[in-house]
């Protein structure tokens, strides 16, 4: 799961990254609204946790043009404004949760479990998981049926992708932005390679089918 946090205050962007990290969250950050904007346009995160007071650009007017935009990865607002008015404002801004600074490293962790539930992105005990295809991420692997699949970094960050977006059609190039990024020197061919390797070790399983090619366009992860 990638998350991308924005906050100015130091001291809680670090301990809310650190938190995340611990809890095998990949993790972006971004001290300013406007940085945060341009991470949340050019990455593909499952989890935005804004701030809404920041310098420049704030979390509502940063929410409200990633909204504009069609971009509707849930939004966590982490602020220290507890009015009712406040909260309003957020939610229709088009936030999907809210918490009052300072708050319980559980209940931040809870809100996170609930969004992402929400959205499709985990199962109902927290378990990332699709059809035979289970998720371990302390081992940083996958499984099927309990058996490890053995995935290097890469073949892992690509099947759980594909995973977190199963059923829907992935080009190429939201492929490769999301796995290798925008700085890597090779190019959107790789995608392929990686495809093939993870048919290969999914073949034991009789599996591989269920990565599937979208001719001229990409790939889509679906049950048979």
């Known amino acids: 799961m990638k998350v991308l946090v924005v906050e100015d205050d130091r001291a809680i962007r670090h301990a809310v990254v650190q938190v995340l990290q611990d809890e095998s969250y990949e ?30 650009l704030d979390g509502l007017s940063l929410i409200k043009e990633l909204r504009k935009q069609g971009i509707k990865t849930p939004a966590l607002f982490l602020t220290a404004k507890d009015s009712v008015d406040a909260r309003v404002r957020g939610l229709d801004a088009g936030a999907d949760d809210y918490l009052v600074k300072p708050f319980a490293v559980e209940e931040l ?28 991420p302390k081992e940083h692997d996958g ?7 053995k995935l290097t970094n890469k073949e892992y960050e690509l099947l759980q992708y594909m995973v977190q977006n199963r059923e829907q059609i992935l080009s190429r190039s939201q ?29 034991p399983f ?19």
């Open 143 to 149: 499984c099927v049926q309990g058996t490890p699949l």
């Open 206 to 224: 009789q599996c591989e089918s269920m990565i599937r090619t979208v001719r001229g366009v990409g790939y889509m992860l679906k049950e048979a």
């Open 109 to 136: 962790l809870a809100r996170i479990r609930a969004l992402l539930r929400r959205d499709g992105k985990i199962g109902p005990e927290g378990e990332l998981s699709y059809g035979p295809i289970t998720f371990l």
């Open 175 to 203: 492929i490769f932005d999301r796995i290798w990024g925008l700085d890597s020197e090779a190019n959107d061919s790789i995608v392929d390679l990686y495809i093939h390797y993870l048919r290969k070790k999914l073949a």
């Open 27 to 56: 993790t972006d950050e971004a001290e300013a609204g406007d940085e945060g904007l341009l991470l949340a346009e050019t990455n593909g995160y499952d989890l935005l946790i804004l701030d809404i007071m920041m310098p420049g």
